[in-house]
């Protein structure tokens, strides 16, 4: 009888072993499987809800900033009282005096009258006038064309402002420097005359 019983449980012995195997490692699975899930709940109940609120940033305005404006012309001082450092005239060709040419007459009308010529009238010295300062200090330039009368001895009789810049004191100087010249009177047939011609004076101050 004993004999039959244990060999019934060596018999059931490896049976038994097994499904106690199998069993023990399906409730590990089970276990891991469920308890994770559970943990993870719990800490995502109680974790704390961060709201961010979004605030819109108006845009600052861009202001377009006007151009710097241009730098003046300062004169300098020059150790010449006849002419600054810082001027620029334009002096006469007297070898190009002839391209001039008979002027039109301006509009004044009586006070000027055309003669004509052969060779106009052409100056002994260059035109130098003197710039005045208070166009120096505003930057002031430009041409001042001054109509001429130079009788037949080659004095300058008469002036008139043809195309001037006036309140700035270069018609003045213009016509002072051309009265200061004596000419070459014009000729017409070898013969010299006293004729109108148009002098054109140009004042430039050094950049």
Known sequence: ????????????????????????????????????????????DEE??????????????????PPPPARPSVPVESESEDLADDVTLDEFNLDEFDAWGAPPPPPEGPRVKFIPYDDPPVPLSPIRPKYPEIAQEAGIEGTVVVQVFVDD???VKDTVILKGIPNTGLDEAATLAIRAVRFRPAKQRERAVGVWISIPVNFRLKS
């Open 1 to 44: 009888m004993r004999t039959e019983q244990s060999a019934s449980i060596k018999f059931l012995y490896p049976v038994i072993v097994r499904i106690t195997s199998f069993a023990g490692i399906f409730l590990l699975i089970s276990a891991f499987l469920i308890f994770p899930r559970v943990i993870n709940t719990a800490t995502l």
């Open 48 to 65: 704390v809800q961060i709201i961010i609120e979004q605030i819109d940033i108006p845009q600052t305005e861009q202001f377009d900033r």
């Open 153 to 155: 001895r080659g004095r």
